[in-house]
């Protein structure tokens, strides 16, 4: 139960049961396996947020808006850091060097702003036109196929020379407990959406395969940040395809 609660602890600023024992990098890694429960854990709380806010106030629009806030409050805004980071270093046009120099400059410039904005706009929009539909499960979920995407982006080379908060996962490989974490992941979404977590399941794999070797082709590698926009645009791509099969069907 500690690796679980330490993961909780990295991942969230959710409050954790302390011990006194700090678990080695090698045993802390392996945290990754619960990952997607971390992320069930997080969708719960901007659920519950979400059901408030459409069952007493009948106001789906403000339910989308607090569910956004609420996952921003309880992750510390954990990856949208990577992601405002990794779009400031990407849409810069300069060579791999000066890309990771941007990324690690902790002021936000003009692409990571856009970038942040653009991703809690769209998310507000999946959950609005869900409201009727598969709303309430796509708050629940979407920080699970976040998480399920990770362990893909996580199965690639460290992109900086120096280490960093990205290094603690990026330098260590274990390969079954990112199988597991992927496995977990499928179990959780297929378990709540049934036949319909086909679609979205494969376009988030799809799009952590893509994204990572993007990254590879961009800077040689994955860091923290790029792991923190794979996560959110994985969050994206998996309410983008609920959205438009909820339409279709």
């Given at each position: ?116 904005c ?15 539909g ?52 499928i ?5 709540f ?26 800077i ?30």
């Amino acid at each position: 139960m500690q690796l679980f609660w330490s993961t909780v602890g990295f991942l969230t600023r959710l409050p954790v049961p302390s011990s006194q024992k700090i678990l080695p990098q090698e045993e802390f890694v392996k945290g990754i396996i619960f990952y997607p429960l971390v992320g069930l854990l997080v969708g719960l709380i901007d659920y519950v947020v979400y059901c408030v806010m459409i069952f007493f106030f009948h106001m789906p629009f403000l339910g989308a808006v607090f569910a956004v806030v609420s996952e921003t409050l309880v992750t510390g805004a954990f990856h949208l850091d990577g992601l405002a980071d990794t779009c400031d270093g990407f849409f810069s046009a300069r060579k791999k060097e000066k890309i990771l120099e941007i990324m690690k400059d902790s002021r936000v410039g003009t692409n990571g702003a856009l970038a942040l904005c653009f991703d809690m706009l769209l998310k507000v929009a999946f959950f609005v036109t869900m409201a009727e539909g598969n709303g309430y499960l796509a708050v629940l979920l979407a920080p699970v196929a976040g998480k399920m995407a990770t362990p893909i982006l996580m199965k690639s080379s460290y992109a900086r020379q120096t280490t960093g908060l990205g290094s603690l996962y990026l330098t260590e490989k274990y390969t079954k407990y990112m199988i597991g974490c992927i496995c977990i992941g499928i179990l959780l979404l297929a378990g709540f959406l049934q036949l319909e977590s086909i679609v979205p399941i494969l376009c988030t794999l799809l799009f952590s395969f893509l994204f990572r070797e993007y990254c590879q082709q961009k800077i040689g590698g994955m860091t923290g940040d790029t792991l923190g926009a794979g996560y959110e645009v994985a969050q994206i791509v998996f309410l983008l395809s609920m959205t438009i099969q909820g339409g279709i069907v």
